[in-house]
């Protein structure tokens, strides 16, 4: 039986920033979808820092509200690890777009606050997960244009509003891998180990193309991440971008 006919299980963060050593998580939503069936978990969590005002803009949390109405982010990283391990020990697999980034910048965030790692109450490295976005890379590789989720809703016809509140960009995600599943039945037929191996590499001939044509242009800066779907042990910073004690 294809992978298709059972639940999945799908994350999104909303956050600070896009550094995942120091930025921090201030909106997450697990959604579990199967057989029709879609269940909702949010948090808003207290992230301990100013959220700047160009996230703001994105998300709608103030700082004011999340340091009013917040979860501790602790209690709330650890209730959304929990979901998540719950998820994978089970075989069903996680759903995220740009993996790379949610679930790195989650690892980081656990090791900040003195948590255990997805991988380490596992008991083994983070898979199955699915990422739309490097899928659509994948599979769609000459078609131009940007890749962003808005932008393979409107690709694919998913229906689409609100986009940047954590929930709706889940179930947009969600959305996005049925359109995607149908597109391209080949990726429902892969058994989840081999659909998750077929992702490590493209995401790395993917970071392969994308750094050498950095290159080429004398590009400055850090490039893409290499890891997919989590980077493993990346230093944990403080705000002030130095290490944390």
Known sequence: MSWTAGPVVGLDTETTGVDVDTDRIVTAAVVRREAGATSVTTWLLDPGVAIPDVATAIHGVTTARARAVGRPAAAALDEIAVELVDALAHDEPVVAYNASFDLTLLDVELRRHGLATLAARLGRPVRAVI???????????????????????DHYGVPAADLHRADVDVIATLDVLDALTRAFPEIGALPLDELHEL????????????SSARAERGAEGPGPEPAWPVRVGPPVLSSAGGPVA
């Open 199 to 210: 992702q490590v590499s493209a995401h790395e001939r993917w970071v392969d193309r994308v």
């Open 131 to 153: 990422d739309p976005l490097v899928l659509d890379r994948h599979l769609d590789a000459s078609r131009e244009g940007a890749r962003r989720l808005g932008d393979l809703c």
